[in-house]
């Protein structure tokens, strides 16, 4: 299965963009990108997915590169409550398993 | 809706005990899924079920048991715990494959003594 590399951790501060890169080198042409994050003590929930073209929702964008071997997650504008565990995550398919990696720890400062 | 409930929150088991961890959905998803979460680590996928009747094994199966008699209900059984089950377990459902968006619950916290 392809894999991704993420940062460690990154800060922002609040109300300033965040942008949270995603390297996936070895992705398919099937593989769907998803981002969860997760907020201490809670389960993963979902942030956004995609295929090749840029997604935007009301939590975020998700950037893909013309090529697919990097994406970039922006949240517009921290807030405090932003503070999780981000996910870049590679689906196989319609039906493949989520494969969570370490994640990204963003730390947004007041 | 109450989304996906899992119980209990919080356990602790002695070495070679058995306990199911419950986890029920509302939303009529078809697929459920079962994660642990080992400090500083990813999830990762114990067991799954396409549907009622219906499981499969992930990526680390050994010593847990699962069955799905019910579209609403996945339990999860440990046959008999040991330390190195000691961790946070998430359910999960979606409503169509396992990748698509899916919707956790809050986690049951074990410690395996």
């Known amino acids: 299965d392809a894999k991704t590399t993420q940062p460690n951790s990154m800060e922002s501060n609040e109300e300033e963009p965040v942008h949270l890169p995603c390297n996936h080198s070895?992705?398919?042409?099937?593989?769907?990108i998803h981002w969860y994050r997760q907020l201490p003590s809670q389960g993963p929930e979902y942030v956004i997915h995609?295929?090749?073209s840029n997604v935007n929702n009301r939590m975020a964008s998700l950037a893909i590169a013309e090529d697919r071997k990097s994406s970039t997650l922006i949240l517009h504008r921290a807030t405090l409550r932003d503070a999780a565990v981000y996910y870049c995550?590679?689906?196989?398919?319609?039906?493949?398993?989520?494969?969570f990696g370490a994640g990204t720890q963003v730390v947004v400062t007041p | 809706n109450a989304g996906v409930t899992q119980t209990p929150k919080f356990q602790v088991l002695k070495t070679g005990q058995s306990m199911t961890l419950q986890c029920a959905q509302d939303?009529?998803?078809?697929?459920m899924s079962w994660y642990r979460q080992d400090p500083g680590m990813g999830l990762r996928l114990i067991h799954y079920?396409?549907?009622?009747?219906?499981?499969d094994q992930g990526e680390v199966p050994n010593g847990y048991n699962v069955s799905r008699s019910t579209t609403e209900d996945f339990p999860l059984r440990l046959l008999s715990a040991a330390p190195s089950q000691t961790s946070v377990y998430f359910c999960?459902?979606?409503?169509?494959?396992?990748?698509?968006?899916?919707?956790f619950g809050p986690g049951t916290r074990l410690t395996v003594l």
């Open positions: 999960a459902s979606s409503y169509r494959g396992l990748g698509v968006r899916q919707f």
């Open positions: 070895t992705i398919s042409g099937t593989d769907y």
């Open positions: 995609g295929l090749t």
């Open positions: 995550i590679l689906r196989r398919g319609s039906w493949g398993k989520l494969q």
């Open positions: 939303m009529n998803h078809e697929y």
């Open positions: 079920s396409v549907g009622a009747g219906i499981t």
